[in-house]
């Protein structure tokens, strides 16, 4: 691998990394109530929580933005590498793919700019997965809609996507349908969703997870500044 491409790759994941950290549900439930998400429900900067805190308008913008954010990066990787890669080079295309999309999600999940607290990832790997894999993505989306819609839990509708979305693209990597790049994408996506929905996975074992519409009991924290 050439210098330029190797530096390239970097920028691009790098790239990934603080355009994940915009942390657009605790940016848009201020403008919007002048709440501060960290203090309220879940804690989570998530669109769940917006929905909570604000509503569902502004949820909507903010699963749109944290979509694109994990978006962007892997299609900058994908024609930016692919421009500088010779044909030996070929396979580093979805390396880079994959690396920008997780330092995508990994920064909505530990964003840098409000001291590592963000949302669970759902939205940004659901965008991730649709870029890589349309097909798997779309049923990623079918799993959750229809999960949330039958039980509320829009956490139990996130981990069914993730394991939809793992199972989905190992049967695919098995089968010689993608490219073998995508391994890391595959093995590590799943991973940041679950260690982001672990206590949701607790509270709903225990039958104590919070439904979609349920009152939250904590105030919302009025933001100042």
């Known amino acids: 691998m050439s210098s330029t491409l ?11 990394y603080l355009l994940g950290s915009v942390p657009f549900g605790l940016l848009v439930a201020k403008r919007q109530g002048g709440i501060d998400l960290r203090s309220y ?20 913008v903010v699963i749109a933005a944290d979509v694109l954010k994990a978006i962007i990066p892997i299609l900058v990787a994908r024609y930016a590498i692919g421009s500088f890669a010779g044909q030996s080079e070929a396979g580093l295309v979805p390396v880079v793919e994959s690396a920008a999309g997780l330092a995508a999600i990994a920064g909505h999940c530990w964003p840098i700019y409000t001291g590592g607290t963000g949302g669970k990832g759902a939205a940004s790997s659901l965008g991730a997965m649709m870029v890589i894999n349309t097909p798997i993505g ?5 799993i959750a809609a229809l999960t ?29 349908q993608i490219q073998p790049g995508y391994v890391l994408f595959t093995a590590v996506c799943p991973v940041i969703v679950f260690i982001r929905h672990w206590d949701n996975i607790g509270r709903l074992l225990a039958g ?11 105030s919302p924290k009025r933001m100042t500044s």
Do not use: H, P, Q
């Open 41 to 60: 429900g879940s804690g989570s900067t998530g669109a769940t929580n917006v929905y909570r805190a604000v509503g569902w308008k502004a949820s909507t």
């Open 148 to 176: 949330v819609a039958r039980t509320r839990f829009v956490s139990l509708g996130s981990i069914s996507a993730a394991v939809f979305g793992l199972v989905g693209m190992v049967y695919l990597l098995v089968t010689g």
């Open 208 to 218: 104590r997870e919070r439904k979609l519409g349920d009152a939250v009991n904590n």
């Open 6 to 16: 190797l530096a390239l790759s970097v920028a691009i994941v790098v790239g990934g």
């Open 138 to 142: 779309t049923g990623c989306l079918l």
